[in-house]
């Protein structure tokens, strides 16, 4: 059960900005929201998390509407190396332990071309 | 950088042979995971840890077992091999406690092909 849905993929051109959506209706008020993404045949690799507050890394930025249902993840200038599958995901809490469990869902295929 | 490192990229092995993947992370982080990754189905949590010598199965763990007898170490066990666990198997590692300490790290993968 991966809690969010995103699209299955989205193209953008080099040197523009890509923007992710992701929805998570369903998210309660403590789980925060995570950014992965995976080039092809590696691991995936942490972009971002917030809860509530937008975020901003050397990465990208994440935009959380004020209601938590959804997110935006930017890619402020993307470039071919941006090229991978980006997943949105929700951290769910494992009973009697603060390990977070992650559901990675299908992800969103981003093509970024020149 | 936090460096989770899988001891093959690629393997292949024969239905019915004992098949050892092992991970290994250099930031002293408590949680360790081993997922698989199939086309279509995303990435599968087979068996995590919290702690040395424990361990809790994810929501795939049948044909699997796993050991972790140092902290550092997380080896996932296929008893006997067979051709459905073909697949691409992802170790991971986190800090633990607070969330930003949940923050997963993964290895570059091992490509599993059982004949």
């Known amino acids: 059960d991966a809690k969010t849905t995103q699209p299955t993929s989205m193209d953008c051109a080099e040197g523009r900005a890509a923007n992710l959506p992701c929805n998570h209706s369903t998210i309660s008020g403590n789980e925060y929201v995570y950014w992965y993404r995976q080039i092809h045949s590696q691991g995936p690799q942490y972009i971002i998390h917030?809860?509530?507050n937008n975020e901003t890394n050397e990465m990208a930025s994440l935009i959380i509407t004020e209601d938590r249902k959804s997110s935006t993840l930017i890619l402020p200038h993307a470039t071919l190396r941006d090229t991978a599958v980006y997943y949105c995901?929700?951290?769910?809490?494992?009973?009697?332990?603060?390990?977070?469990?992650?559901?990675f869902g299908r992800g969103t295929q981003l093509t970024v071309w020149p | 950088d936090v460096k989770v490192t899988q001891s093959s990229r690629y393997l292949v092995k024969r239905t019915g042979e004992k098949v050892f993947l092992e991970c290994v992370q250099d930031?002293?982080?408590?949680?360790m995971f081993w997922y698989r990754q199939d086309p279509g189905l995303g990435l599968r949590l087979i068996y995590f840890s919290y702690d040395v010598k424990m361990k809790e199965k994810g929501d795939i763990p049948e044909g699997y077992s796993v050991s972790r007898e140092k902290k550092e170490r997380f080896s996932l066990i296929l008893e006997s091999a067979s051709t459905n666990q073909t697949s691409m198997y992802l170790c991971?590692?986190?800090?633990?406690?607070?969330?930003?300490?949940?923050?997963?790290?993964f290895g570059a993968g091992t490509r599993l092909s059982v004949l």
């Open positions: 917030g809860l509530k």
């Open positions: 930031m002293d982080h408590e949680n």
């Open positions: 991971a590692s986190s800090l633990g406690g607070g969330v930003a300490k949940n923050i997963q790290y």
């Open positions: 995901i929700v951290r769910v809490a494992v009973r009697g332990s603060t390990l977070g469990r992650l559901y």
